[in-house]
């Protein structure tokens, strides 16, 4: 099975149709079954003037037309059923088990989970609009999470791995930015994995330059700098790399039980770089 984390361009390279079904046919090529969750270069960037200038919220739109036209089914030329939050018009947010691990991919985006003004089409705060389907979003990842933890300790899983775009912990953060939008889901993730007896892996992409931590582990900045209560030892966070560092796909591994953890992994060179 395969996972993209988001950006399937770069932040300012037009947002066309045409280019988000060039991406659609290459990902169908794929032989295992493939699940995207969306990042923000598609959409939420896109009022940029390189990026076309256009209304994010009709971008989003457009890549969920695009790649999740058939809720509950993944993507791949041999997709498999999922479950999906189609019902709350969030199909890209997908939950499946395998190997005794509860997955999940959550909607959660850069550029302050889109809560950053618009200033290619002339804002400077953002829209009521705009918000409002931030919160919607937010809540219903947040929803997704609480309901994949309860899977995992009802069938005693192995591990929960969750995969995003956004970079919650990037590590070249300045305190001047703006990631508030963040916290609840970071708080939600500190209560479900620290009452959670497996291991907790969070994949995500965002800021391009492969890490690997435990960002809310004790006595972690990141716990301060989020301002959430308590901590989750058992939480490893792996950001792929991305932009000028895609030159390598990683290979996860999940491991026989007994082993000295539930998943393993390899970055490996792309046998053509780009």
């Known amino acids: 099975m395969t996972f993209h984390v988001g950006d399937i361009k770069n932040g300012s390279s037009p947002c066309t149709d045409d280019y988000f079904a060039m991406i659609r046919e290459q990902f169908d090529r794929f032989t295992m079954p493939m699940l995207y969750t969306p990042g923000d270069n598609e959409?939420?960037?896109?009022?940029?003037?390189?990026?076309g200038g256009y209304d994010?919220?009709?971008?989003?739109?457009?890549?969920?037309?695009?790649?999740?036209?058939?809720?509950?089914?993944?993507?791949?030329?041999?997709?498999?059923?999922v479950d999906s939050q189609a019902d709350l018009g969030l199909p890209e947010n997908q939950s499946l088990r395998t190997a005794g691990i509860e997955m999940a991919t959550l909607h959660v985006v850069g550029s302050n989970n889109d809560r950053a003004p618009w200033t290619?089409?002339?804002?400077?705060?953002?829209?009521?609009?705009?918000?409002?389907?931030?919160?919607?979003?937010?809540?219903?990842?947040?929803?997704?999470?609480?309901?994949?933890f309860a899977r995992a300790r009802r069938t005693n899983a192995r591990a929960v791995a969750l995969f995003q775009q956004?970079?919650?912990?990037?590590?070249?953060?300045?305190?001047?930015?703006?990631?508030?939008?963040?916290?609840?889901?970071?708080?939600?993730?500190?209560?479900?994995?620290?009452?959670?007896?497996?291991?907790?892996?969070?994949?995500?992409?965002?800021?391009?330059?492969?890490?690997?931590?435990?960002?809310?582990?004790?006595?972690?900045?990141?716990?301060?700098?989020?301002?959430?209560?308590?901590?989750?030892?058992?939480?490893?966070?792996?950001?792929?790399?991305?932009?000028?560092?895609?030159?390598?796909?990683l290979q996860v591994t999940v491991n026989r039980p007994g082993a000295e953890r539930v998943l393993s992994w390899?970055?490996?060179?792309?046998l053509s770089q780009p």
């Open 120 to 148: 290619g089409i002339g804002n400077t705060t953002p829209t009521a609009t705009q918000l409002a389907e931030e919160s919607a979003r937010m809540g219903a990842v947040i929803e997704l999470v609480e309901d994949t």
């Open 56 to 81: 994010p919220l009709e971008r989003l739109d457009a890549v969920r037309s695009a790649f999740f036209e058939v809720p509950g089914r993944t993507l791949g030329a041999r997709p498999i059923k």
């Open 43 to 51: 959409w939420t960037d896109c009022h940029r003037p390189a990026a």
């Open 166 to 249: 956004a970079d919650m912990f990037d590590p070249s953060y300045q305190p001047t930015w703006d990631i508030g939008a963040f916290r609840p889901l970071v708080q939600a993730l500190v209560d479900e994995a620290s009452t959670f007896d497996g291991e907790v892996y969070l994949f995500d992409g965002d800021s391009h330059v492969y890490n690997v931590d435990q960002p809310l582990s004790a006595g972690s900045r990141w716990l301060t700098i989020h301002g959430v209560d308590g901590h989750a030892d058992n939480l490893t966070r792996i950001t792929v790399d991305g932009e000028a560092n895609n030159t390598n796909f």
């Open 266 to 270: 390899t970055r490996v060179p792309y």
